[in-house]
């Protein structure tokens, strides 16, 4: 008997990628969603008892598997069934699922049902593992080398030390000093001095390099060590911390030998860092669409549809995006968005969004009514980052170019209008009604309209992000979505290609600097007649 979720359970299932499983224990009859079917790889007519196959489970994972199974299906036993094992597909490939089930009893404790949900996380296991051999690496490199590192925090409490520094103040281990301060272990004099140091760096971001102190232990023992002391940044560049690098100038020749050798270790370190960026931003880059749908499909056609974009990234990763897809055989969608912010929070919105979009792209007539698709964004989203708690937002625009209809229908999500350019020039499109919608990401009930404009007066249709039209000339004025349009409407190019190129070099000759000071992405569409 299939088990009937509600539509706000349903929905965030969807966006998380789970899938879902009925179990009815006194008939032994189970049910499985589709996601899950192509999880496993199977057909329905053959996918194998989950809670029976166990040749499925792999070894290492069986016995805790079965444990826990028998855990649940015992008589008064617990409620909620909870495993992580590999299991082989119908491939033949071993993949890593979270299963998570509750069970149904009746008024003596006898298990009746069981129900649940299943997701491959395959992925994350992986990235959790290398998370742990890289975090195991770097502290073994700290804990081995002949030096004394710390790490602080902006009240200069000490957040991270290693094993020397710990040997050094005198502590049983390095748990034993986080929070306390130098003046727990030195006499104010050389610790009043080490935390003006440290405030000197966090006010100017500078590094105090290579200076010899005298450190003075509150059991009255002296030192003489060389440190250097540097501002400790997070991924956005802001000033966290300090952290240090200090030892024992008995041999000097020694200490500044090493010395350099921890410093290049932590500039390697520094560059795979980049490195790692680098990587992310190329993935990206590579999810970009790379070709264009076929619109209309089939030959014989005198009119089609013609694409082109020019995606300008100005960090390692991005939050501007865009989809271009075929809805049905002679309509096609456009959607550009742009994610609040820059980085990795971006990066990961704009995931969350390509996924929802791409499952929405699936169904014709929800792919084919701006609005209904706006709507299902939002609510997505939303779900998803009320889950994690999380404030983002997303501006998107939403353009379907339908040559049956004859018509674009668009929507907007706080985002600006697109220009189209015909035999009359260039204009915005009008929005209308309520005009644009709210960004999504920000109220799960929000509505959106969609407007419609004849595709008859549309030679031309340009898809854009804020970042093209908000640089600065010398004075202090932007660009601005009105003088875009009138850039459109005169531009020389006949053909998208040229179109776009002449965009950016006219927009970048308005600009003071140059350059974008925010992710630039332009998307053009054009009714060519063959």
């Known amino acids: 008997m299939a088990y009937r979720v509600d539509d706000r359970l349903e929905l965030a299932l969807r966006a998380s990628n789970e899938g879902i499983w009925d179990w009815d224990i006194t008939t032994d009859e189970i049910h499985y969603s589709g996601r899950i079917l192509r999880f496993l790889g199977y057909r329905r007519d053959e996918v194998p008892h989950l809670f029976h196959h166990f040749e499925m489970v792999h070894d290492s994972d069986r016995d805790e598997y079965v444990e826990k199974l028998k855990q649940v299906l015992r008589p008064g036993g617990v409620d909620l069934f909870a495993v992580e094992p590999r299991m082989r597909t119908a491939k033949d490939e071993w993949r890593c699922f979270r299963i998570r089930g509750v069970v149904v009893r009746d008024a003596e404790g006898h298990a009746l049902r069981m129900a649940g949900s299943m997701i491959d996380i ?71 001095r080490a935390l003006q140091d440290e405030q000197q760096i966090l006010a100017t971001g500078k590094p105090i390099l290579g200076y010899v102190e005298r450190e003075t232990l509150v059991t009255g023992e002296d030192a003489w060590v060389l440190t250097t002391k540097m501002p400790l940044f997070d991924r956005k560049g802001q000033i966290i911390g300090t952290f240090g690098v200090s030892n024992d100038v008995t041999e000097l020749v020694r200490t500044q030998r090493s010395l350099a050798e921890t410093a290049a270790a932590l500039q390697r370190r520094n560059d795979e860092i980049e490195e790692e960026l680098k990587l992310a931003r190329e993935v990206q880059q590579a999810l970009l669409p790379t070709r264009y749908p076929a619109i209309p499909q089939g030959s014989g056609e005198k009119t089609r549809l013609v694409f082109g974009h020019r995606y300008i990234p100005i960090s390692g990763l991005a939050g501007d995006f865009f989809e271009v897809f075929p809805v049905g055989s002679r309509a096609a969608g456009m959607l550009i968005c742009d994610v609040m912010g820059h980085g990795v929070r971006s990066a990961i919105v704009v995931s969350m969004l390509r996924g929802l979009a791409e499952r929405a792209e699936t169904e014709e007539d929800l792919a084919g009514d701006p609005a209904a698709f706006l709507d299902r964004l939002n609510e997505g989203l939303c779900s998803i980052l009320q889950q994690a708690g999380v404030t983002m937002f997303a501006t998107a625009f939403y353009v379907v170019v339908d040559l049956d209809g004859g018509e674009l229908r668009y929507a907007s999500a706080g985002h600006p209008a697109g220009i189209i350019r015909g035999e009359e020039g260039a204009s915005v499109l009008p929005l209308g009604g309520r005009g644009s919608g709210p960004a999504l990401g920000l109220f799960p009930d929000a509505q959106y309209e969609h407007a419609r404009y004849p595709l008859s007066a549309v030679k031309q249709l340009l898809l854009f992000t804020d970042g093209i039209f908000e640089v600065q000339n010398q004075r202090g004025e932007e660009f601005l979505q009105n003088r875009l349009a009138e850039l459109v409407g005169t531009a020389d190019g006949d053909d998208i290609d040229t179109l776009l190129d002449e965009v950016l070099e006219r927009v970048l000759a308005f600009a003071e600097s140059e350059r974008f000071d925010d992710d630039v992405c332009l998307l053009a569409m054009e009714v060519r007649e063959e």
């Open 122 to 192: 395959t992925a994350r296991k992986e990235a959790e593992a290398q998370l742990l051999d890289e975090r195991h690496l770097i502290r073994l490199l700290i804990d081995n080398v002949p030096l004394n590192i710390y790490f602080k925090d902006r009240e200069s409490r000490f957040t991270l030390v290693n094993q020397s520094q710990a040997k050094w103040l005198g502590v049983g281990s390095e748990e034993d000093l986080i929070g306390k301060t130098d003046h727990d272990f030195f006499e104010p004099e050389h610790a009043d």
